[in-house]
């Protein structure tokens, strides 16, 4: 068995209103950061997971990521995956 | 003035408890997805940000993390920056 290490990323469709994102936004130019063009905010999602090799972690990664940590009407997600 | 993609990645401290982590976890095993050892939930910020060089755009960043983003309490933050 090997042990890999998975980062993925879940972010809302660029069509999607984000509201935590704008306020985070105005809240930032308020603090006094100038020049903020736009402010969104996603899900990390870190995983440590064995599998039989690459390809059946990614199978499950994939599983995961369409039924549980995205929702995918209105989010997309990447991920990158690493053997520890 | 420089345009910067900046993504600032937002989590837990390591001995802090992550309840939704854990919560998704047992969600995944009972999803089919065996072989999980850890799993873990942050944040990733996706902010871009007009200014003069990149000292002054990772000195605005820096504020917003401590400020804003991040409880620096609980939280830890890192972030990447890439020139546009």
Redesign the interface.
């Known amino acids: 068995?090997d042990?890999f290490a998975v980062k993925v990323?879940v972010?809302l469709r660029p069509s999607v209103l984000d509201p935590a994102?704008e306020a985070?936004k105005s809240?930032?130019i308020k603090?006094?950061?100038?020049?903020?063009?736009?402010?969104?905010?996603?899900?990390?999602?870190?995983?440590?997971?064995?599998?039989d090799g690459e390809n059946e972690v990614r199978e499950?990664i994939d599983?995961?990521c369409d039924?549980?940590?995205a929702n995918t009407v209105i989010e997309d997600y990447e991920y990158s995956l690493e053997k520890l």
Chains 1, 2 share one sequence.
């Open positions: 068995m042990q990323f972010r994102g985070t809240a930032s603090l006094g950061a100038e020049g903020i063009k736009s402010l969104r905010i996603g899900k990390m999602i870190e995983v440590k997971i064995e599998g499950k599983l995961l039924r549980l940590f």
